[in-house]
C-alpha cells in the first residue's frame, strides 16, 4: 500500500506560481510512479503531469499544461512536487496525486491505485 499526502494548494491571482508537494509512504518494495491529476467542480478527473521513473526517467503533460508546470521529484523518491507558473483561471480544480505500480507510463486513472486527498488549487481572475 502507498499513502498519499498532498500539500502547497491555495488562492493566487492570473499569472501567480504555486508549489505542490506530494509525500509517499509504502511498507512495500514494489516500484511505483506518481502522477498528478485534477478535478474542477462539474467536471471528471484529468491527468496533469507525470513523473516516470520506473523503465526511465521521464516527464510527461497534458497539452494544456505543457510549458508551464514543471513537475520533479526528490532523491530518495518519497515526494512529487508540481511547480505551477502562469497559472490561469481554468487551473482552479482539485489537484490529487496518485501511484501506479503499472510498468509503462500511463495517464488513465483507471491504471493509478493508490490516491492522495487532494489539495485545492483556485486562481483568481
Known amino acids: 500500500q502507498v499513502h498519499l499526502v498532498e500539500a502547497g494548494g491555495g488562492s493566487v491571482e492570473t499569472g501567480g506560481s504555486l508549489r505542490l508537494s506530494c509525500r509517499s509512504s509504502?511498507?512495500?518494495?514494489?516500484?511505483?510512479?506518481m502522477s498528478w491529476f485534477r478535478q474542477a467542480p462539474g467536471a471528471e478527473r484529468e491527468w496533469v503531469a507525470t513523473?516516470?521513473?520506473?523503465?526511465?526517467?521521464?516527464?510527461y503533460y497534458s497539452d494544456s499544461v505543457k510549458g508551464r508546470f514543471t513537475t520533479s521529484q526528490d532523491s530518495a523518491k518519497k515526494t512529487l512536487f508540481l511547480q505551477m507558473n502562469n497559472l490561469k483561471p481554468e487551473d482552479t480544480a482539485m489537484y490529487y496525486c496518485?501511484?501506479?505500480?503499472?510498468?509503462?507510463?500511463?495517464?488513465?486513472?483507471?491504471?493509478?491505485?493508490?490516491w492522495g486527498q487532494g489539495t485545492q488549487v483556485t486562481v483568481i481572475s
Open positions: 496518485a501511484a501506479s505500480y503499472r510498468r509503462f507510463f500511463s495517464n488513465d486513472t483507471a491504471e493509478y491505485t493508490y
Open positions: 509504502t511498507d512495500s518494495a514494489r516500484r511505483y510512479y
Open positions: 513523473f516516470y521513473n520506473i523503465e526511465e526517467n521521464a516527464e
